[in-house]
């Protein structure tokens, strides 16, 4: 059993930035996959970024991202991070991670490929 827990989010100005952070209780294997996934107001979730917990190239949604947000971890801690940067009033959503338990090398993308989620923390960006 994995709970998780985000926080980070708030307002900020178009330009700006913030970092999110992802706290996990329970044990994440080296084999598991943390994301992260946002929903706009009245649009779809959507996926932002992954990456597997023992280390390795992380995904990014590049039509989301464009080379503005970076993953992280940190095992000791047990905690995920999305420094997100030079945010856009686009960018306003609700931000979830999630965690896969064991990677098996299909599409992480997909948010019902995911085990467990996060109740999410808000992000707004004024223009």
């Known amino acids: 059993q994995v709970q998780l827990v985000e926080s980070g989010g708030g ?12 706290a996990a209780s329970g044990r994440i294997s080296t084999n598991g996959i943390m994301g992260w996934f946002r929903r706009a107001p009245g649009k779809e979730r959507e996926f932002v970024a992954a990456l597997t917990w023992g280390g390795g190239d992380p995904w990014y949604d590049d039509s989301v991202v464009k080379d503005r947000f970076i993953i992280a971890r940190n095992v000791a801690e047990n905690t995920a991070y999305l420094q997100m940067n030079r945010l856009e009033p686009e960018d306003t959503a609700v931000y979830y ?31």
């Open 11 to 22: 307002l900020v100005q178009a330009g700006g930035s913030l970092r999110l952070s992802c």
């Open 97 to 127: 991670c999630a965690v896969r338990v064991r990677y098996d090398g299909t599409n992480i993308a997909r948010g019902d490929y995911y085990d467990y989620w996060g109740r999410g923390t808000q992000v707004t960006v004024s223009s």
